[in-house]
């Protein structure tokens, strides 16, 4: 089964308004989260780092004001698209690693679409 | 993280061993070679990984070229639920495992 979990799997919002996308590991800890977006027929691309306590790493090009992540417990980190505009359209998607293994486990994928 | 070479994509007849390769030339000593893959529309799947030994678990092998500058996945007997795109990844772990994903290779499993 899962072990990573993203809520909402799909999103339609209207343009000016703000979405929150949650990632949740369901058996275990994870001090660290990473969140990415796809565009279609693109590969994934690093948003930023999540840290549990602390404030997000973002890549370079990613806006921290616009893309507001927040580490508060152990288990979920949370994404919000502030103000989202058409551009902002895309495949989002989480993932943590579980300190005990070697792999890193991805979320299903959350679909924004903002008209 | 070393830069990782893939082709564009493959075809596989269904039932067939689908091998699908990966140069990752400057690979330094303490980086893992991953693979996953990614179904239309979902989040990457873990496959395996390793670092000098081929490895080998329920859904691949993966097999390292003794200089560690390539790589080979294979899946033995390919569906059409393979019918994904594949990444290859060089990863140090001992980093906070984030993930800087290629291109990869669209496998495409066909009857």
């Known amino acids: 089964g899962a072990v990573v979990s993203q809520h909402p799997s799909w999103v339609i919002c209207k343009s000016g308004t703000s979405v929150k996308i949650e990632c949740r590991s369901l058996?275990?800890?994870?001090?660290?989260m990473f969140w990415y977006r796809q565009f279609p027929k693109q590969s994934l691309m690093l948003m930023a780092t999540?840290?549990?306590?602390?404030?997000?790493?973002?890549e370079q090009g990613v806006e921290k004001d616009k893309f507001l992540i927040n580490h508060a417990s152990l288990t979920l980190s949370t994404l919000t698209v502030t103000s989202a505009h058409p551009e902002d359209s895309s495949f989002y998607i989480c993932?943590?690693?579980?300190?005990?293994?070697?792999?890193?486990?991805f979320g299903e994928g959350s679909r924004l679409t903002v008209l | 993280d070393a830069k990782t070479t893939q082709p564009t994509s493959m075809d596989c007849a269904e039932g067939r061993a689908a091998n699908l390769p990966c140069n990752h030339s400057?690979?330094?000593?303490?980086?893992?070679v991953y693979w996953y893959r990614q179904i239309h529309s979902q989040g990457p799947q873990y496959i395996i990984h390793?670092?000098?030994n081929n490895e080998t678990n329920e859904m691949a092998s993966l097999i390292i070229t003794e200089d560690r500058k390539s790589s080979t996945l294979i899946l033995p007997h390919a569906t059409l639920r393979d019918t994904a795109v594949y990444y290859c990844?060089?990863?140090?772990?001992?980093?906070?495992?984030?993930?800087?994903f290629g291109t990869g290779t669209r496998l495409q499993v066909t009857l």
């Open positions: 390793g670092l000098k």
């Open positions: 990844i060089a990863v140090n772990t001992g980093t906070a495992s984030k993930l800087t």
């Open positions: 999540s840290n549990e306590g602390s404030k997000a790493t973002y």
């Open positions: 400057t690979i330094s000593g303490n980086e893992y």
């Open positions: 993932s943590a690693r579980r300190v005990s293994a070697g792999e890193l486990f």
């Open positions: 058996d275990f800890q994870a001090t660290t």
